[in-house]
T-cell receptor, first 117, second 112 residues
Framework: GAVVSQHPSWVICKSGTSVKIECRSL??????MFWYRQFPKQSLMLMAT?????????EQGVEKDKFLINHASLTLSTLTVTSAHPEDSSFYIC?????????????FGPGTRLTVL | QQQVKQSPQSLIVQKGGISIINCAYE??????FPWYQQFPGKGPALLIA?????SEKKEGRFTISFNKSAKQFSLHIMDSQPGDSATYFC???????????FGEGTQLTVNP
C-alpha cells in the first residue's frame, strides 16, 4: 500500500513552454500533498503544500504564478511549470500524507526529471 | 531552529561493515525523526523512523539511535551491502505540522 505515482517520469521541453506534472496517490486518499525540488547531489527543497479543495501554500521564494499547483481531488495534485526556462530544469518530487492514530507519514513519488532546452 | 544537520556528506564502507550516519537538530519541538533512502533518479523511500520517547529502534539491519539530551540521532546499517549504496536523508517533523525538514544527505558507497 501507500503508493504514489508521478507522470511523466521525465520531460524535455523548449524554453517558454509550460509543463504539467501529475502526482497521484494510488491506493489511498491524500488531503495533503507536497511538492519538492531537488538539484543534483542536494537535499529536497519543499516548494509548496497542496491541500485538496483549497489554495496551495508556497514556501518563501517560490513563485506561485510560475509553479501552479492544483489539488482537485483526494488522489491527484498537479504542478504546472509555466513559461519554463533552463534554470527550472530539476528533479521534481511529490509526496502524499497519510494520517493515522499514531501520527502521519509522507510517501514519495518516483520523481519527474524536467529538462528545459 | 528549523535546521537539521547531517554528516558525513559522503561515506565509503566495505561490504559487511557498519555504516553510521549522524544528524543533529536544534528545535526540541520536533517529535518525529524519519530516515529516507534514495537511489539515483528515484524518489526517497521511508527506511525507518523514531519518536523521542524511545532511544533506539531496530528494523532488520537498520537501527536508529536517538539521544534526546544531545539532540542527535543516527542511522546504523549493519552488515552493509553493495545494494545499500544510495543517498540517505534524515528528517524531522513538528507535532503540529506535517512538513518535513531534511538533512543535507549522505551518499553511501558500499564496496564489494
Amino acid at each position: 500500500g501507500a503508493v504514489v505515482s508521478q507522470h511523466p517520469s521525465w520531460v524535455i521541453c523548449k524554453s517558454g513552454t509550460s509543463v504539467k506534472i501529475e502526482c497521484r496517490s494510488l491506493d489511498f486518499q491524500a488531503t495533503t500533498m507536497f511538492w519538492y525540488r531537488q538539484f543534483p547531489k542536494q537535499s529536497l527543497m519543499l516548494m509548496a503544500t497542496s491541500n485538496e479543495g483549497s489554495k496551495a501554500t508556497y514556501e518563501q521564494g517560490v513563485e506561485k504564478d510560475k509553479f501552479l499547483i492544483n489539488h482537485a481531488s483526494l488522489t491527484l495534485s498537479t504542478l504546472t511549470v509555466t513559461s519554463a526556462h533552463p534554470e527550472d530544469s530539476s528533479f521534481y518530487i511529490c509526496s502524499a500524507r497519510i494520517s493515522s492514530g499514531s501520527g502521519d507519514e509522507q510517501f514519495f513519488g518516483p520523481g519527474t526529471r524536467l529538462t528545459v532546452l | 531552529q528549523q535546521q537539521v544537520k547531517q554528516s558525513p556528506q559522503s561515506l565509503i564502507v566495505q561490504k559487511g561493515g557498519i555504516s553510521i550516519i549522524n544528524c543533529a537538530y536544534e528545535n526540541t519541538a520536533f517529535d518525529y525523526f524519519p530516515w529516507y533512502q534514495q537511489f539515483p533518479g528515484k524518489g526517497p523511500a521511508l527506511l525507518i523512523a523514531i519518536r523521542p520517547d524511545v532511544s533506539e529502534k531496530k528494523e532488520g539491519r537498520f537501527t536508529i539511535s536517538f539521544n534526546k539530551s544531545a539532540k542527535q540521532f543516527s542511522l546504523h546499517i549493519m552488515d552493509s551491502q553493495p545494494g545499500d549504496s544510495a543517498t540517505y536523508f534524515c528528517a524531522a517533523k513538528m507535532p503540529s505540522g506535517s512538513r518535513l525538514t531534511f538533512g543535507e544527505g549522505t551518499q553511501l558507497t558500499v564496496n564489494p
